[in-house]
């Protein structure tokens, strides 16, 4: 529950700290991190509703404030997205978005569902995994594709 709790507040500074910005790169990152650690909380909190449905049927997970919970976070995360894309430009908003959604999935995955993760020699891999991903991310994000309307 503090993990939880964790990252609702982490998404409501976040949030507050873009909205308190002009229109630009800051406040569109800013509430592209809120937006991921919303995504994140809102799947970290759907599985939890969804191991209550399968255990105890459907009055129960009507009953579970993990249900509730996922709703809103996922509205939240909704309407955050809406604003972080308004907000400035998507080579703000895209990799915090991006990344965040992942580093954060992760995270909870390992503190509330201790999931483990490989070590050894898989690590090179992992490593190699991530920074092809970072790398395509910023890649795609600073590409500025000149969209010209069609005189159709």
């Known amino acids: 529950m503090p993990v939880l709790a964790a990252c609702a507040g982490a998404a409501l500074v976040t949030a507050a700290a873009g909205l308190r910005r002009p229109p ?3 406040r569109a990152g800013c509430l592209g991190a ?11 909190l759907m599985k ?3 191991f209550v449905l399968d255990e105890h049927g459907v009055t129960a997970f009507l009953a579970a ?3 509730y919970a996922f709703a809103a976070a996922g509205v939240a995360a909704v309407l955050l997205l809406e604003h972080a894309m308004q907000g ?7 990799p915090a978005l991006t990344l965040g959604d992942a580093t954060v999935s992760l995270a909870l995955g390992v503190l509330l569902y201790q999931e483990d993760l490989r ?12 920074a ?5 991310v910023v890649a795609l994000s600073r590409h500025e594709a000149d969209v ?5």
Not at 119 to 130: E, K, M
Request: glycine letters at 14%.
């Open 119 to 130: 070590g050894g020699w898989w690590l090179l891999p992992q490593a190699l995994g991530v």
């Open 48 to 50: 939890d509703a969804m």
């Open 88 to 94: 400035g430009p998507l080579v703000a908003s895209q």
């Open 24 to 26: 630009g790169k800051a």
């Open 132 to 136: 092809l991903v970072v790398a395509g």
């Open 148 to 152: 010209q309307p069609s005189g159709r």
């Open 65 to 67: 404030w993990q249900t």
């Open 34 to 44: 809120a937006t991921a650690v919303c995504y994140a909380l809102t799947a970290a």
